[in-house]
Each structure stands twice: as structure tokens, then as C-alpha cells.
């Protein structure tokens, strides 16, 4: 055991090239800070290890301490009889379950309330709701009920987004959907985009600052290079490039239960559910085939890196932005089923061509071994040792490596770190950007980690510091906090992308 402890589980490698790359502490999406805010300071100081002699406790022995949950089985395996488990007092169980029935009898006296509650809402505005949104609702219910005489904590005067993350553009501080500058700016992108040859260079700068969501769709297939400037081609482009991936969904996907691409299939058939899994929509049975057909295509076609887990969630904004161009309504929890067999079809070629496009230029973060990424955090981990030495310096004192928290955000393009939303309007910027995945992507990382500099210094041991950055509270982000992440991004970048030796040692 001690020897498997020693090697440092981000580094463990395939023997294979192209085979299939774990990704570890992956969680999506952001947790709630409200939830989360106390529970991770109590765990901190419950499960810190002593500091006798002031030295910092190391990853190794955050591992060692949490070894047992990595192993699978070791539940059957516990010897119930040890004393530990002997130690429980019977009075305060006895105490504790006639407690726990006085209390379950309590919220089962109004029954009535809560189905008139539930009655005086429309049929047509009934929600899907995930299993999460609902104990969140029966959690609080439950401590209104139980504590009737403490005042409820206040919380910040803004609208309540859902824990089922919303996808359509919401800015954070509640601003109208459409004020006069954004029709403005509309009617802008209209021009461009309905001109003869469209101005690519013109429009990236105009979708810079975001783009509308009515124009998206098309935006996105330019500006990834899927379709041409040219509006007299673009039809036969779309209907060449569409007939050329069913014809590759013809040639392949019956290969996916040969040997040979039977590991890499399984691995695609697990993944799919666990994307996104709060949002409906992406539980929905024909979605997830859309999505097993486009990452198993991808992955026969690209050999070199195949299958990577955290490539499945590179589908999914080019997937919703392509279905809104059919949905008016919000696609969360939009059923899938009501749209014609030729619009899923082209939804489904379109999000394989421009997650193609995507990858193209990133796909060294894929590759054997991931050098790309690899190269990236490194080179975090420079430009923060130079822009905050005092947070590079609290790393270093508590041990923390940016590989165990900032290999996430290069393999998932922070798609973990941040709700669907978001993401769509950073990618906005990203397509806008050159190398925007690649090189930009480098001074937002570091822009989002200075953000929490407060509460990264705040965190006093390993346990702390690697929960917070695993967990950071985004899930109220909006269109305003990604616009103040990309403008500090772009300092940045101004500053130290054409002065390398500025940020190296």
C-alpha cells in the first residue's frame, strides 16, 4: 500500500497510447457556496491532521487518510465487531431514533399544503426537476419546520438561479434580457452575417464581449471555421459536411462492439450519463446516443489520442447552442423527442464538426502521457508565481501542486469549475480570441484562480485549500462575473504574452 501511495495518482499513465485517461475529482456542477461555505471550513478543522511541530501536512498523507475511498469494497470488508464500533451508547440511539420519528411525524401533519401548493401551478409551466434540486427543497423545509423561532439567513439580493444550472443567459444582477444597446448590437451581427462575404475579422471583434443568443448558432459555425465566409456556399457546405459524418456513422459505429473498441465504447457508455447529470436535458436517452455517436466517431478518427475522459464535455455547448436555434423556450428541460428527425441529425453533425474543429487545436492536451497539458500548468504556475507571489507562496507552504487542482481546468477547459452558462458566453470570447483554447484559455485560468485569492488565503492546511479549489462557488455566476474575468484575463495576456521572460525564473 505504501509503496502505491508513493506514485502520485495524476501521474499514473495508460501503457497504450490512445487509450483511455481517467480524470480525477472531477465534479459538475459547482456546489452551492450556501451549502458548502460552512460544511468545508468544519471538515477542514475537523479532519486537518495536528500540526505539532508547525509543518504542513503533505498530499501523501491527505492520501493516506483518505486512501479508503479510492478502494472499491472495502465497505464489505469492515470488521463491524472492533471496538469502535462498540462504543455507542444505547440511551443516546434510543434518544436520537425517538427524535428522528417525532420529527418525520411533524412534517407528515399538512399534507394538504403542499398539494395545494403544487395544484396552483399551471400544467404548462410544470418544471423537471433533478433529484439534487428536490433535497435541497425538502432540506430546507426541513429546518423551517424544526427551527420555527430562528430567523432564516439572509442571503444576497439577487435572483435565485436553480441548482439545475440554467443555460440561458441570465446576468447575475438580474438586468433586463434585452436592453437598447444589445438590440443594437443584434442588428449588428444581422448586417454582418447577412452580408455577401461576411467579415470574419469584424466579427470576432463584435463577438468579443458576447454574442447574442438569437445569432449564436450561426456565429460559432464561422468563427470555428465550419462554415465559409461566403453566404452563397454555405448551404452546400452544411449539407456536404452533414451526409460526410452520417456517412463515417455508417462506416464505423457498427466497429464499436469489435474487440478492439470495445474498452473505448465502454468508457464513452459511462461517461455520457455523469455529463451534466443536474441537467434533464442531458439525461434524456436520444440525447446520450447523439452523444455516444459523436465521441465514438471522434475517437476512431483521431487514433493518436482517442477517447479521453472530459472530452464529453467539450459536446455540450456546441450541443445546446445548436438546438436553440429550433427551441425559443429554455432547453433545460426542453424533450428532445418533439423535434423532427432531420433537425437532430443536423444538430448532431454540426456539434461533431465544431467539436472537431475545437480539439484540432488542442489535441497534445490528449495525447499520450498529455503533454499539453502538462506544458500549461507549468506555465500557470510561473505567470501566478509573478503576478501573486503571496498565493504562489501559500501553495508552496501547504504543499499544494497546481497539477492537483489546475489539471482539471486545462482538460476540461473549466467546464467543471463553472455552470453551462457561463461557459457558452467565455466561449463566445474563446472563438473570438486567437487560440483562444489553447492560449487564452492560459490567462483566464489564472485570472480565475487570483479571484478567490481571499479565501484561497484564508484556507490554513492541504485538506482546506484542495476542497475550496475543487468546489469554488460559481453556480451564481452570470454574464457580469465571466466579463470581469475576461477583461482581467486580457490584462493579462497584454502584459506578459509577448514578454515571456516576465513570468519565467
Given at each position: 500500500?505504501a509503496?502505491?501511495n508513493s506514485?502520485?495518482?495524476?501521474?499514473?499513465?495508460?501503457?497504450?497510447p490512445?487509450?483511455?485517461?481517467?480524470?480525477?475529482?472531477?465534479?459538475?456542477?459547482?456546489?452551492?457556496?450556501?451549502?458548502?461555505?460552512?460544511?468545508?471550513?468544519?471538515?477542514?478543522?475537523?479532519n486537518?491532521?495536528?500540526?505539532?511541530?508547525?509543518?504542513?501536512?503533505?498530499f501523501?498523507?491527505?492520501?493516506?487518510?483518505?486512501?479508503?475511498?479510492?478502494?472499491i469494497?472495502?465497505?464489505?470488508?469492515?470488521?463491524?465487531?472492533?471496538?469502535?464500533?462498540?462504543?455507542?451508547?444505547?440511551?443516546?440511539?434510543?434518544?436520537?431514533?425517538?427524535?428522528?420519528?417525532?420529527?418525520?411525524?411533524?412534517?407528515r401533519?399538512?399534507?394538504?399544503?403542499?398539494?395545494?401548493?403544487?395544484?396552483?401551478?399551471?400544467?404548462?409551466?410544470?418544471?423537471?426537476?433533478?433529484?439534487?434540486?428536490?433535497?435541497?427543497?425538502?432540506?430546507?423545509?426541513?429546518?423551517?419546520?424544526?427551527?420555527?423561532l430562528?430567523?432564516?439567513?439572509?442571503?444576497?439580493?439577487?435572483?435565485?438561479?436553480?441548482?439545475?444550472?440554467?443555460?440561458?443567459?441570465?446576468?447575475?444582477?438580474?438586468a433586463?434580457?434585452?436592453t437598447?444597446?444589445?438590440?443594437?448590437?443584434?442588428?449588428?451581427f444581422?448586417?454582418?452575417?447577412?452580408?455577401?462575404?461576411?467579415?470574419?475579422?469584424?466579427?470576432?471583434?463584435?463577438?468579443?464581449p458576447?454574442?447574442?443568443?438569437?445569432?449564436r448558432?450561426?456565429?460559432?459555425?464561422?468563427?470555428?471555421?465550419?462554415?465559409?465566409?461566403n453566404?452563397?456556399?454555405?448551404?452546400?457546405?452544411?449539407?456536404?459536411?452533414?451526409?460526410?459524418?452520417?456517412?463515417?456513422?455508417?462506416?464505423?459505429?457498427?466497429?464499436?462492439?469489435?474487440e478492439?473498441h470495445?474498452?473505448?465504447?465502454?468508457?464513452?457508455?459511462?461517461?455520457?450519463?455523469?455529463?451534466?447529470?443536474?441537467?434533464?436535458?442531458?439525461?434524456?436517452?436520444?440525447?446520450?446516443?447523439?452523444?455516444?455517436?459523436?465521441?465514438?466517431?471522434?475517437?476512431?478518427?483521431?487514433?493518436?489520442?482517442?477517447?479521453?475522459?472530459?472530452?464529453?464535455?467539450?459536446?455540450t455547448?456546441?450541443?445546446v447552442?445548436?438546438?436553440?436555434?429550433?427551441?425559443?423556450?429554455d432547453?433545460?428541460?426542453f424533450?428532445?423527442?418533439?423535434l423532427?428527425?432531420?433537425?437532430?441529425?443536423?444538430?448532431?453533425?454540426?456539434?461533431?464538426w465544431?467539436?472537431?474543429?475545437?480539439?484540432?487545436?488542442?489535441?497534445?492536451?490528449?495525447?499520450?502521457?498529455?503533454?499539453?497539458?502538462?506544458?500549461?500548468?507549468?506555465?500557470?504556475?510561473?505567470?501566478?508565481?509573478?503576478?501573486?507571489?503571496?498565493?504562489?507562496?501559500?501553495?508552496?507552504r501547504?504543499?499544494?501542486?497546481y497539477?492537483q487542482?489546475?489539471?482539471?481546468?486545462?482538460?476540461n477547459l473549466?467546464?467543471r469549475?463553472?455552470?453551462?452558462r457561463?461557459?457558452?458566453?467565455?466561449?463566445?470570447?474563446?472563438q473570438?480570441?486567437?487560440?483562444?483554447?489553447?492560449h487564452?484559455?492560459?490567462?483566464?485560468?489564472?485570472?480565475f484562480?487570483?479571484?478567490?485569492?481571499?479565501?484561497i488565503?484564508?484556507?490554513?492546511?492541504?485538506?482546506?485549500?484542495?476542497m475550496?479549489?475543487?468546489?469554488l462557488?460559481t453556480?451564481?455566476?452570470?454574464?457580469?462575473?465571466?466579463?470581469?474575468?475576461?477583461?482581467?484575463?486580457?490584462?493579462?495576456?497584454?502584459?506578459f504574452?509577448?514578454?515571456?521572460?516576465?513570468?519565467?525564473?
Amino acid at each position: 500500500m505504501a509503496a502505491e501511495n508513493s506514485k502520485q495518482f495524476w501521474k499514473r499513465s495508460a501503457k497504450l497510447p490512445g487509450s483511455i485517461q481517467p480524470v480525477y475529482g472531477a465534479q459538475h456542477p459547482p456546489l452551492d457556496p450556501r451549502l458548502t461555505k460552512n460544511f468545508i471550513k468544519e471538515r477542514s478543522k475537523v479532519n486537518a491532521v495536528p500540526l505539532k511541530n508547525k509543518k504542513a501536512s503533505s498530499f501523501h498523507e491527505f492520501a493516506r487518510n483518505t486512501s479508503d475511498a479510492w478502494d472499491i469494497g472495502d465497505d464489505e470488508e469492515e470488521d463491524f465487531s472492533s471496538p469502535s464500533f462498540q462504543t455507542l451508547n444505547s440511551k443516546v440511539a434510543l434518544a436520537t431514533a425517538a427524535q428522528v420519528l417525532e420529527n418525520h411525524s411533524k412534517l407528515r401533519v399538512k399534507p394538504e399544503r403542499s398539494q395545494s401548493t403544487t395544484s396552483d401551478v399551471p400544467a404548462s409551466y410544470k418544471v423537471i426537476k433533478s433529484s439534487s434540486d428536490a433535497q435541497l427543497s425538502r432540506n430546507s423545509s426541513d429546518t423551517c419546520l424544526r427551527n420555527p423561532l430562528h430567523k432564516q439567513q439572509s442571503l444576497p439580493l439577487r435572483p435565485i438561479i436553480p441548482l439545475v444550472a440554467r443555460i440561458s443567459d441570465q446576468n447575475a444582477s438580474g438586468a433586463p434580457p434585452m436592453t437598447v444597446r444589445e438590440k443594437t448590437r443584434l442588428e449588428k451581427f444581422r448586417q454582418l452575417l447577412s452580408s455577401h462575404n461576411t467579415d470574419l475579422d469584424e466579427l470576432r471583434k463584435c463577438s468579443w464581449p458576447g454574442v447574442p443568443r438569437e445569432v449564436r448558432p450561426i456565429t460559432w459555425r464561422l468563427l470555428s471555421g465550419y462554415l465559409p465566409a461566403n453566404t452563397e456556399r454555405r448551404k452546400l457546405t452544411l449539407q456536404r459536411k452533414r451526409e460526410e459524418y452520417f456517412g463515417f456513422i455508417e462506416q464505423y459505429y457498427d466497429s464499436r462492439n469489435e474487440e478492439h473498441h470495445q474498452d473505448t465504447y465502454r468508457q464513452i457508455h459511462i461517461d455520457i450519463p455523469r455529463t451534466n447529470p443536474l441537467i434533464p436535458l442531458f439525461q434524456q436517452p436520444l440525447v446520450q446516443e447523439i452523444f455516444e455517436r459523436i465521441l465514438f466517431i471522434w475517437a476512431i478518427r483521431h487514433p493518436a489520442s482517442g477517447y479521453v475522459q472530459g472530452i464529453n464535455d467539450l459536446v455540450t455547448p456546441f450541443f445546446v447552442v445548436f438546438l436553440s436555434e429550433y427551441v425559443e423556450e429554455d432547453v433545460e428541460n426542453f424533450d428532445v423527442t418533439n423535434l423532427s428527425q432531420d433537425v437532430l441529425r443536423s444538430i448532431e453533425a454540426d456539434s461533431f464538426w465544431c467539436m472537431s474543429k475545437l480539439l484540432d487545436g488542442i489535441q497534445d492536451n490528449y495525447t499520450f502521457a498529455q503533454p499539453g497539458i502538462q506544458k500549461k500548468v507549468k506555465a500557470l504556475e510561473e505567470l501566478v508565481s509573478r503576478i501573486d507571489e503571496q498565493v504562489h507562496n501559500h501553495f508552496r507552504r501547504y504543499e499544494v501542486e497546481y497539477l492537483q487542482f489546475a489539471f482539471r481546468w486545462m482538460n476540461n477547459l473549466l467546464m467543471r469549475e463553472l455552470p453551462l452558462r457561463c461557459t457558452i458566453r467565455l466561449w463566445d470570447t474563446y472563438q473570438s480570441e486567437p487560440e483562444g483554447f489553447s492560449h487564452f484559455h492560459l490567462y483566464v485560468c489564472a485570472a480565475f484562480l487570483i479571484k478567490w485569492r481571499k479565501e484561497i488565503l484564508d484556507e490554513e492546511d492541504f485538506q482546506g485549500l484542495l476542497m475550496l479549489l475543487q468546489n469554488l462557488p460559481t453556480i451564481h455566476w452570470g454574464n457580469e462575473e465571466i466579463g470581469l474575468l475576461l477583461a482581467e484575463a486580457y490584462r493579462l495576456k497584454y502584459m506578459f504574452a509577448d514578454a515571456p521572460n516576465h513570468y519565467r525564473r
